[in-house]
């Protein structure tokens, strides 16, 4: 079979949807965004491929029978709720009417096979104007536009919402809410330490530490502007981004008329004692969360907000109760 191990093997119009699905009786059109499932599919990094053994052939028994080996993580899927939450839903319990809806196709140019990686979503810039060829495509009209994001999304959220305003992109009319799940936006001390001791290993003057100086430092521009909370690109662009001790984050005023929200966790019950304080959600602190910078003139200045305990970064992005927290506060 040659071409597999570029994941090529398979004839592609065996993958195409039948022109029935494109034309039919509900007036809808389905299009299958997913990987062909089989043999050099994309898997997560270090799971091993799928395997399919036959056991039995047409030629040898009539009948085709293959056994799969396969990791749930590969290929094009969802994880269920139950993946991070316990007692939630698995996927045979989500309703269909989740996995549809009106869409729009937005251009990331890339080759076959290559990856779309954080960079190319990360910027505020970018997704600002990315967002203003949405709502130009979107095949109704945008009544509101919520903006959502966990992590380092939350700071891209925030970010693309400052520069719709100072270029005046159409959709900023439309936004209404911007919500930041576990957002760093005073930074992340995983982060800072790891430049810390990247700056460290730089400088010692022994055989074998430049080599792990190197891989530390190939993480992405986007990881390290999670050392700050960075939003803009004043605040990174033309400095060197593994100067140690270097804070040029700047004071982003929020956009006029729209709902700010935070919504963060601490792996304690009581948010206030000392191991929460100390870790937060094992990935941002509850003063980065909510903005709670120790210079007023660099807090940010959220509309509301919650604090949900006995949570983790990951479980923040996924757990029912903060869905609906999440739907209270942007109803409000």
């Not at 022109?19 to 997560?44: A, I, K, R, T, V």
């Not at 989740?98 to 779309?116: A, D």
């Not at 304690?268 to 937060?280: I, N």
Request: proline letters at 7%; charged letters at 20%.
């Amino acid at each position: 079979m040659p071409g597999w191990e570029e994941g090529d093997w398979r004839d592609e119009d065996l993958c195409k949807f039948e022109e029935s699905n494109l034309n039919n009786n509900m007036g809808l059109e389905f299009y299958d965004l997913s990987h062909p499932w089989g043999l050099g599919q994309p898997c997560w990094p270090y799971f091993e491929d799928v395997k399919i053994e036959r056991l039995h052939t047409m030629a040898k028994s009539g009948v085709l029978t293959q056994q799969i080996t396969t990791v749930m993580h590969s290929g094009t899927h969802i994880d269920a709720p139950a993946h991070v939450v316990p007692g939630t839903a698995f996927m045979d319990e989500v309703p269909l009417p989740y996995f549809f809806g009106t869409g729009v196709v937005v251009s990331i140019p890339k080759g076959k096979w290559e990856v779309i990686t954080p960079e190319d979503l990360e910027n505020g810039r970018a997704l600002a104007m990315l967002l203003t060829k949405v709502l130009d495509a979107y095949p109704v009209p945008v009544e509101e536009i919520v903006l959502v994001g966990h992590s380092m999304g939350g700071l891209v959220v925030r970010s693309a919402a400052h520069y719709a305003r100072e270029h005046d992109e159409p959709w900023i009319a439309h936004l209404r809410h911007v919500a930041c799940i576990g957002a760093p936006h005073l930074g992340v001390p995983l982060e800072k330490a790891v430049n810390l001791l990247t700056g460290v290993l730089r400088n010692l003057d022994a055989a074998g530490v430049q080599v792990p100086a190197e891989l530390l430092d190939s993480r992405s521009a986007g990881l390290k502007d999670l050392r700050y909370g960075y939003t803009v690109d004043e605040e990174w662009a033309g400095k060197d981004p593994d100067e140690v001790f270097a804070d040029a984050r700047r004071h982003v005023p929020l956009v006029d008329g729209v709902g700010y929200y935070f919504l963060a966790a601490t792996i304690s019950r009581d948010p206030e004692h000392s191991l929460g304080e100390l870790l937060g959600d094992l990935m941002v602190r509850l003063p980065s969360a909510s903005g709670e910078a120790p210079e007023p003139a660099r807090r940010i200045h959220f509309s509301s907000g919650a604090v949900f305990p006995e949570m983790n970064h990951l479980h923040i992005a996924n757990h029912p109760d903060v869905y609906e927290a999440s739907r209270d506060l942007l109803a409000a």
